[in-house]
């Protein structure tokens, strides 16, 4: 199974019992709607899915990985 998959799944196993808030750009908001609607997945599973694969991988690669997001986003900004 690989790793996008086994995500997805113990997204469904957790207890979703905490909220949590942020801003995000519209452009970004508009892309993960396109991708909720071709997924017939709702924009929170598909955001839930997206920052579990995120951690699972910065657990793995550590802060060089994250430090590359995020040099990725001063260059589009």
């Known amino acids: 199974m690989i790793a ?4 997805m ?4 196993r957790m207890k979703k019992d905490s909220q949590f ?7 970004l908001k508009v892309r993960l709607e396109e991708i909720a ?4 997945r709702s924009v929170a599973q598909i955001c839930i899915a997206l920052l579990q ?3 699972e ?8 990985f994250l430090q590359r997001l995020l040099s990725g986003q001063k260059k589009n900004s």
């Open 4 to 7: 996008s998959q086994e995500g």
């Open 9 to 12: 799944l113990e997204s469904k």
């Open 21 to 27: 808030t942020f801003r995000i750009p519209s452009d």
């Open 37 to 40: 609607l071709s997924e017939g």
């Open 53 to 55: 694969e995120g951690v």
């Open 57 to 64: 991988t910065y657990k793995k690669r550590g802060s060089p």
